[in-house]
């Protein structure tokens, strides 16, 4: 299994272009997270996915569009990017129903807005 | 509000002197409490889960420990290798995860 990958690695956006951030996972896991991860600072949840076809907020959701179509994918979506928004960008996975909520990382995506 | 906060931000040992690493939450009701080990450029990667005050669980150098206040992770003879950032986390509600800020430990030969 590859776990949770990310794509791209690293990407340089001037302000107020879009881009879309993909994330999957092989684990069939239902649940799926998006985070922000600043210098010195811990991971903030930007949206979550319970399941294919939906989706909620967590604690930064501005700025920022997700949809969920298939149990594997979850991409995020930047309209219009700020450099408030340069930050590091991590997707997890977790599988709640098996009582267990640890949740699996991706490698992350690095985002500089200028 | 649930809250997390780890003390200190960093800490350097020499190889084989052990230390703690601490968590402190407030949090209403206590689901679950995680440690993650996070290197440079990675994804945090994911070490201990604990569910209720007293529990304890072992992986190698490290040991992590819960009370209803705080957790301990205890790092006993590390290496160089288990430098790192080191992230509690709590679970708000059946599915968040809310973190602390991360201790970064560096270990000397």
């Known amino acids: 299994n590859a776990g949770v990958t990310q794509t791209p690695k690293f990407r340089i956006l001037k302000i107020g272009q879009s881009m879309t951030l993909q994330c999957t996972q092989d684990m069939n896991h239902n649940y799926m997270y998006w985070y922000r991860q600043d210098p010195g600072m811990g991971l903030k949840l930007i949206y979550y996915s319970v399941g294919a076809g939906i989706t909620d907020k967590g604690e930064v959701p501005n700025g920022y569009n997700v949809s969920r179509s298939t149990t594997e994918d979850f991409p995020l979506r930047l309209e219009l990017a700020a450099p408030s928004q340069t930050s590091v960008y991590f997707c997890?996975?977790?599988?709640?129903?098996?009582?267990?909520?640890?949740?699996?990382f991706g490698p992350g995506t690095r985002l500089t807005v200028t | 509000e649930d809250q997390v906060t780890q003390s200190p931000e960093a800490l350097r040992l020499q190889e084989g002197e052990s230390s703690s690493l601490n968590c402190s939450y407030t949090v209403s009701g206590l689901r679950g409490l995680f440690w993650y080990r996070q290197d440079p450029g990675k994804g945090p990667e994911f070490l201990f889960t604990?569910?209720?005050a007293g529990e304890e669980k072992e992986k190698e150098r490290l040991k992590a420990t819960l009370t209803k206040k705080e957790s301990f992770l205890h790092i006993t003879a590390p290496k160089p290798e288990d430098s790192a950032t080191y992230l509690c986390?709590?679970?708000?509600?059946?599915?968040?995860?809310?973190f602390g800020q991360g201790t970064r430990l560096t270990i000397n030969p």
């Open positions: 997890a996975s977790s599988q709640i129903s098996t009582g267990t909520y640890e949740q699996y």
């Open positions: 604990l569910y209720s």
């Open positions: 986390a709590v679970l708000e509600g059946a599915q968040k995860l809310v």
